[in-house]
Antibody, heavy 122, light 108 residues
Framework: QFQLQESGPGLVKPSETLSLTCSAS??????????WGWIRQSPGKGLEWIGS???????FSNPSLKGRVTISVDMSRNNFSLKLSSVTASDTAVYYC??????????????WGKGTSVTVSS | EIVLTQSPGTLSLSPGQRATLSCRVS???????LAWYQQKPGQAPRLLIY???SRATGIPDRFSGSGSGTDFTLTISRLEPEDFAVYYC?????????FGQGTKLEIK
């Protein structure tokens, strides 16, 4: 069945760029039915949507992250990635990649990766 | 900016009892845009309800959602031991997904 798996460094230094990859298996990321996205969860802020993208592009992100987010898709590798620039301690969280399916008028997160913990610290 | 406020923060009940969780939205929204998720300790959230009242695939019928406008409710008719978890409501609007702060359902 379709699965998602996050990967990337667990520790990032302040002011640097956080980079995570989500690898999809059991299905194609080029499916026209889904969007792909990132959610994070920290004790202080709960669940926070970071951003989403279609496989062909057209990414959009949470305005609260002030343009620090880049989400891209690698169709050849069947994965998608998150880059969050200029990180601070407040970006410390568990990061989840998600599949966003259409139900039927709106899109919801119907498949989640297990999550990966990222700490921002020098 | 839309804000979702869930209540209560913590709900203590026993297996077999009925649970009623509330999600209040700061402005009227389409019920099609409202979802509920369940998160157990150490796990990722799972989609329970979409469009305010439709159960996602594989979700038992003891879970039901209702509401419209600014007030939405998740009801668990008879609690099973595996239902004790944190529940989040979520709304999509203006190209933005917003989550409530969660309700923790704990065993009394």
């Amino acid at each position: 069945q379709f699965q998602l798996q996050e990967s990337g460094p667990g520790l990032v230094k302040p002011s640097e760029t956080l980079s995570l990859t989500c690898s999809a298996s059991g299905g194609s990321i080029t499916s026209s039915t889904f969007y792909w996205g990132w959610i994070r969860q920290s004790p202080g802020k709960g669940l926070e949507w970071i951003g989403s993208t279609y496989y062909s592009g057209n990414a959009f992100s949470n305005p609260s992250l002030k343009g620090r987010v880049t989400i891209s898709v690698d169709m050849s590798r069947n994965n998608f990635s998150l880059k969050l620039s200029s990180v601070t301690a407040s970006d410390t969280a568990v990061y989840y990649c998600v599949r966003i399916g259409r139900y039927p008028l709106y899109y919801y997160m119907d498949l989640w990766g297990k999550g990966t913990s990222v700490t921002v610290s020098s | 900016e839309i804000v979702l406020t869930q209540s209560p923060g913590t709900l203590s009940l026993s297996p077999g009892q009925r649970a009623t969780l509330s999600c209040r939205v700061s402005q009227s929204v389409s019920s099609d845009s409202l979802a509920w998720y369940q998160q157990k300790p150490g796990q990722a959230p799972r989609l329970l309800i979409y469009g305010a009242s439709s159960r996602a695939t594989g979700i038992p019928d003891r879970f039901s959602g209702s509401g419209s406008g600014t007030d939405f409710t998740l009801t668990i008719s008879r609690l099973e031991p595996e239902d004790f978890a944190v529940y989040y409501c979520q709304q999509y609007g203006s190209s933005l997904y917003t989550f409530g702060q969660g309700t923790k359902l704990e065993i009394k």
